[in-house]
T-cell receptor, first 113, second 115 residues
């Protein structure tokens, strides 16, 4: 099946710094990718929809200036958490849109100290 | 807005036991319904889906029936195996037949099967 990778799988950063997370579709092209956030023991919450070559569409309540999304190619979308704070610590999951379903990456654990 | 509620875990069963994980939803229109599974260290994988009322999705011995009258999509398996240990997510897409579009997830249920 289709494979989606994320890098890094986990990252620790200091408060006030920025962190970039990559999401790649390895064996197919994806014009649309999705970014989700998952808190412990809670469901995945859609943050934004990333479209190749255009601006991302953010869900209500998600700060677009804090969570910068760039979908520069048909196989790569990046999420940058700017000026990270401890409350941004979470598990971030991306998915890539296929013809009939979404294919999910393994997730990135972000810890802000 | 649209939402999904699934039974809280963790759920622990013995091998060959019968499994039910409850899932109910709230949605306007005619959503599509999904079950995803996440094995340790891996991404979510689509387990099964149903796109209209009374449809039954099935895969790997798992089944779920789209019940519009009870707004439910319970996951069942007759005889679980140790390899079924994973986290299971119920989800809906507000767009009929469009699993590639926006998804709304339940909170996930961690299942552990003991030999």
């Amino acid at each position: 099946g289709a494979v989606v990778s994320q890098h890094p799988s986990w990252v620790i950063c200091k408060s006030g710094t920025s962190v970039k997370i990559e999401c790649r579709s390895l064996d197919f092209q994806a014009t649309t990718m999705f970014w989700y956030r998952q808190f412990p023991k809670q469901s995945l919450m859609l943050m934004a929809t990333s479209n190749e070559g255009s601006k991302a569409t953010y869900e209500q309540g998600v700060e677009k200036d804090k969570f910068l999304i760039n979908h520069a190619s048909l196989t790569l979308s990046t999420l940058t958490v700017t000026s990270a704070h401890p409350e941004d610590s979470s598990f971030y999951i991306c998915s890539a849109r296929g013809a009939y379903e979404q294919y999910f990456g393994p997730g990135t654990r972000l810890t802000v100290t | 807005g649209d939402s999904v509620t699934q039974m809280e875990g963790p759920v622990t069963l013995s091998e060959e036991a019968f499994l039910t994980i409850n899932c109910t939803y709230t949605a306007t229109g005619y959503p599509s319904l999904f079950w995803y599974v996440q094995y340790p260290g891996e991404g979510l994988q689509l387990l099964l889906k149903a796109t209209k009322a009374d449809d039954k999705g099935s895969n790997k011995g798992f089944e779920a029936t789209y019940r519009k009258e009870t707004t439910s999509f319970h996951l069942e398996k007759g005889s679980v195996q140790v390899s079924d240990s994973a986290v299971y997510f119920c989800a809906l897409s507000p767009f009929k037949g469009q699993g590639a579009q926006k998804l709304v997830f339940g909170q996930g249920t961690r299942l552990t099967i003991n030999p």
